[in-house]
């Protein structure tokens, strides 16, 4: 029975060793078909300089994003970029190169859907204090721009910048290119850097578009009118409020106009006067932009009527108590016609100085009368046309 048993566990022993023995001849045969250790691996990136205008590449890794690499600037310093750039920094991508005598934004936003580069890179190094890099999709769609402030010597740090913003832009673009700009937005930038200073300096600028006004308008003025002989001037604080509308350059607005005119007083030997208006007016204005813009310069002219409520109140003259009693204190009403010119200011965008002159004309005229036992005596009279000038501020 122990003789029948070892004989069945060294036929098992056997079989296994058998077995191994196969696997290991497997194993040296594709071995030696591999190549010796140390030999290229096919698909490895070669190195060599540049040549201007013509791609120079190594054979990419296989199944690594194809990334093309556009240099511009000195050639010893593109070499320089090169070298840092084939560092394991881009070991993830299978590189290109090539070399463009200066920046080209119009090959920037060519299509190129159809050359199997994943994404596309120019790096301007024209300006030893700046570089400049401009990142895109396949098909010109999304942009990324960065520049990065260099010391001048393109020293190795300068080098090392290079190199990391052109990693993280090119995964920022290929993982998210929602975080990029736009093809507009990315033309918009790119100009912005290329063009001269003096050339932005001489391009024409477009004209602003003229703010809109508001229908409603609200305004204060001090007005100053010519009264009489007598009294000579009569002045006051107002109050406006207008609606109007404009079209083109030309502005009609229909306003009301409340004016306090301080008192007056009127005196002479025999009897004296105290004089309070309220000036309220009704107006129709017209206005013509003289010139375009934001806040553009107006004239024109304004035509109205209204009512003057005079209140006055007669009391003793200069010479103390005499014959005359004064009446009581009265008030009446005056129709009056109002013409002028205006010219309004802008101050800002919403803000407006104006200032009118005018004339007031009275249909019938304005008198203030002593009574006297054969009659009456016309101690005051209202010049029946009266220029003024008040000045104010709308919004």
Known sequence: MITKRATVWLAVAAAVALSAARALASDGTAAASSGAPGAPVSGAPVSGAPVSGAPVSGAPVSGA?????VLTGAADNLGAIRTA???????????????????NATALFATRASSGVALSCWIDVSDLRRAVLYFMDPVADRFLVRSIELSGRFDELD??????VVELSLRSLRVDARASLDREQARALILRQTTPPEALADAPVPAAAPARRRA?????????????AEVGLTHGPGVRVALGGSWGKHRLALDTRFQYQLERRYEEPRIGLDLRTI???ADACWLYSLATGVTPLEVGVRL????DHVDAAPRPGSAGPSA????AASASNALVLAAGSVVKLPLSRDLRLFTELFVELDPARVRYEL???QGTETVLARYRLRPGVLVGIEL
């Not at 920094?89 to 200066?102: D, H, I, K, N």
């Not at 080098?159 to 990391?164: C, G, K, Y």
């Open 85 to 103: 750039l084939e560092s394991e920094a881009l070991s993830a991508f299978a590189v290109r190169f090539r070399t463009a005598p200066r920046f």
């Open 324 to 327: 005359f009693v004064p009446s």
């Open 159 to 164: 080098r090392e910048s290079v190199a990391q």
């Open 216 to 228: 409603l308008e609200l305004g204060a003025f001090y007005g100053v009118t010519i009264h009489s």
């Open 371 to 373: 009574s006297l036992e």
């Open 304 to 307: 109205g009527a209204g009512i």
């Open 279 to 281: 000036a309220l007016r």
């Open 65 to 69: 994003p194809v990334v093309e690499i």
